[in-house]
């Protein structure tokens, strides 16, 4: 809980005014006689005082120890978690010489994330540093990639279903690493901004712009499972077969469910609430096509019911979290 201090401004020659700054923030920030601090006025008429005048001055840096993360996947969501946070400075150390699962897990996260690279490396330590400047990767055009990238993944992975291309279906399942960057992305770039005011004030991004991306982001990324998850169930029907007429009708429930998608990228860049409300209610349309897909279980092929019914489910989802995007948009819309 904040106390608020007060403090009485006064008059210094014929235009000038002075507040007096509390002594314990002084002391805490280590602020001597003659120094700078920064000031930046806030939309809503506050002022931020703040002792960090360059972004340089508020980097983060990790240490990790790898002699405490005895596998790869351990280790891989520790570094995730890390980027995501906002460090721009990884340092990891051993004891010991880095055995070879934990330098090809440091690898692979150099390579599956936007930015990070590795810049001094010996046997026991490594040390990686955020080299991507967040106003170069615009929340609003990495969520229009996030969207296209979703929307191309659920098509694809249809279309493998009607073509019965398991090469498509694999390469759909390939792409997830594509949209998970990004959606790793948003998040490490909404917490640098919830971090540091002065980039969101570059960026032109506020606190609730940063949250709303993220969450849209979080979204886009559950489709884009969602995806992958028909493309993988698509694969077991292809191997056993399945009827023209019920691929019909399922390739008819997934062009809703696309629809609902792209009609929710269409409210949020035309900022049109009626079609965003029109959007969420266009759902019970999507869950009505669902229900009527209905496959007997044959007992020569338990499989292909079960992958139908997940490829259902998962189309349904789709739409789902579209609707979820439009109240998303709608929130947004009414607090501008």
């Not at 990884?90 to 934990?102: G, L």
């Not at 002065?198 to 960026?203: D, I, R």
């Not at 712009?209 to 884009?224: F, G, K, P, T, V």
């Not at 189309?315 to 607090?335: C, K, P, V």
Request: charged share 25%; net charge negative.
């Amino acid at each position: 809980m904040y106390n608020i201090e007060t403090r009485k401004v006064q008059q210094t020659g014929g235009s000038s005014y002075i507040v007096s700054l509390p002594k314990p923030w002084i002391e805490k920030n280590n602020i001597e006689k003659k120094d700078t601090v920064g000031i930046i006025a806030q939309p809503d008429g506050n002022l931020l005082i703040t002792p960090k005048i360059n972004s340089e001055d508020i980097l983060k840096s990790k240490e990790i120890i790898a002699d405490e993360y005895e596998n790869y996947n351990f280790l891989f969501r520790v570094l995730i978690s890390t980027y995501i946070m906002g460090f721009s400075k990884i340092i990891i150390k051993s004891s010991n010489k880095f055995p070879p699962f934990i330098r090809n897990c440091i690898i692979d996260f150099t390579q599956i994330t936007i930015g990070p690279e590795i810049v001094e490396e010996t046997n026991t330590y490594i040390s990686i540093k955020d080299l991507l400047n967040p106003k170069e990767m615009p929340f609003d055009k990495t969520i229009k990639r996030m969207y296209i990238l979703a929307e191309s993944m659920h098509e694809d992975a249809m279309r493998a279903l009607r073509e019965k291309n398991e090469a498509l279906a694999d390469e759909v399942i390939s792409r997830d690493d594509d949209i998970d960057r990004l959606h790793w992305l948003i998040g490490r770039q909404s917490n640098i901004v919830l971090r540091d005011i002065m980039l969101s004030q570059k960026m032109g991004i506020n606190l609730e712009d940063a949250n709303y991306y993220q969450q849209m982001s979080r979204y886009l990324e559950r489709i884009a499972d969602h995806a992958v998850r028909i493309a993988r169930n698509v694969k077991k029907i292809i191997i056993n077969g399945i009827k023209q007429d019920l691929i019909d009708k399922i390739s008819t429930a997934s062009n809703i469910a696309l629809e609902l998608l792209n009609q929710s990228l269409t409210a949020r860049m035309n900022k049109d609430i009626r079609l965003a409300n029109e959007n969420i209610e266009s759902v019970a349309t999507l869950v009505d096509a669902c229900e009527n897909i209905t496959v007997e279980p044959t007992q020569n092929h338990v499989e292909i019911p079960i992958a139908i019914s997940y490829i259902v489910e998962s189309i349904r989802r789709t739409g789902e979290y579209s609707a979820d995007i439009s109240e998303l948009i709608i929130n947004n819309l009414i607090n501008e």
